[in-house]
């Protein structure tokens, strides 16, 4: 199965195979934001964490190789930088997003400001992004 | 003809779920475990759309990606949500997992439970329970009608009018306000006390 994005029709499933993923990944992320809650400041992570935004975050939100984050539904999130190797974005960002491995915008994902992916980016028909995306600029490996 | 084609295909395909009647998220497991079948049930809708088009291949192409894109996407909020509301929103119960740290202010409106790190101020509204598990930190200020430590909590602790509690691993310095208090046996605190109805 090819990963350059070109090619349409295995392209289909490798996109599928990495929603997959994606889901198992997210099956066991703790809510560290609950809906209503606020937070502002910097959180970081040194081991492979998933977690899960519901509410408000202000500040930086950096996590460590294997780290993952769901931006879920309704969360609006101020970030001077936001890092994992997965994010899966369907709230609202206003800041930097820099997902390592695979960034993905859920169709009600709305994203405003510099966005930077690593490897894959799937954007789902109704999300919005204004702003910058950078991701790598040659097929990789 | 063109009605034969799907039909063997149906009976190819029986072993597998059909894409349209499972939805997709439910197959995950397998398809992530085998690439050649998410393959296969991908291939089914096109394969039978490919007749009505049947000298244009691009087309084709195009009417498969769209189903297969859909269907994930509904998959994908389906699951999330159904995940995400349950456990956060209604059971209202929020952890910090170990290995995290936070440096800031957080206010939440749940039951918090912290077993990583926390340097800043945590306060909780309403009737919350905050509870520091072993091994969780909370550096700075602690505003809870309910608090349960049994790791470690540095600073002041304001649960006036509520329950404070230490666990036999709890170590606490600092000040306390508190309505009524309990401490097992182990605990080590060494703050400054005050009774606040």
């Known amino acids: ?141 | 003809m063109q009605m034969n084609t799907p039909n063997l295909l149906a009976v190819d395909e029986s072993p597998f779920p059909a894409p349209s009647a499972v939805p997709h998220f439910l197959t995950a497991q397998a398809v992530s475990e085998s690439a050649s079948m998410s393959d296969k049930s991908d291939e089914f809708p096109r394969l039978q759309a490919a007749p009505a088009h049947s000298t244009a291949l691009p087309p084709a192409a195009a009417v498969r990606e769209l189903p297969v894109r859909t269907l994930n996407l509904q998959a994908g909020t389906g699951v999330a949500q159904k995940a995400a509301t349950p456990a956060a929103a209604e059971a209202a119960v929020c952890t910090f997992p170990a290995g995290l740290s936070f440096e800031g202010d957080a206010t939440l409106p749940c039951d918090f439970a912290v077993m990583g790190s926390i340097k800043g101020k945590v306060a909780l509204t309403g009737q919350s329970k905050l509870v520091i598990a072993a091994g969780g930190k909370v550096e700075g200020e602690i505003v809870a009608k309910s608090i349960s430590i049994d790791g470690e909590a540095n600073g002041k602790i304001d649960a006036s009018g509520g329950l404070v509690s230490f666990g036999e691993n709890a170590r606490c310095t600092g000040s306390i306000q508190y309505g009524r208090m309990s401490m097992a046996e182990g605990a080590e605190v060494e703050a400054t006390m005050k009774k606040v109805a």
């Not at chain 1, 029709?9 to 996109?15: L, M, R, T």
Request: proline residues 4%; neutral net charge; glycine residues 12%.
């Open chain 1, 1 to 141: 199965m090819t990963t350059n994005p070109h090619i349409s029709s295995p392209a289909a499933a490798a996109i599928a195979g990495m929603r997959m993923i994606d889901e198992a990944t997210f099956k066991a992320a703790t809510t560290v934001v609950p809906k209503g809650a606020k937070l502002e400041g910097a959180m970081s992570a040194s081991s492979d964490l998933a977690l899960r935004i519901e509410g408000e975050f202000k500040g930086k939100l950096i996590l460590a190789t294997g780290g993952a984050i769901h931006i879920g539904p309704g969360s609006v999130v101020d970030c001077e930088a936001m890092e994992a190797d997965i994010i899966y974005v369907q709230g609202t960002i206003k800041g930097s997003v820099h997902a390592r491995k695979s960034l993905e915008l859920g169709p009600s994902s709305r994203i405003k400001g510099n966005v930077r992916y690593d490897d894959r980016l799937d954007v789902h028909s109704g999300a919005r992004v204004s702003g910058s995306i950078k991701g790598p600029e040659v097929d990789g490996e």
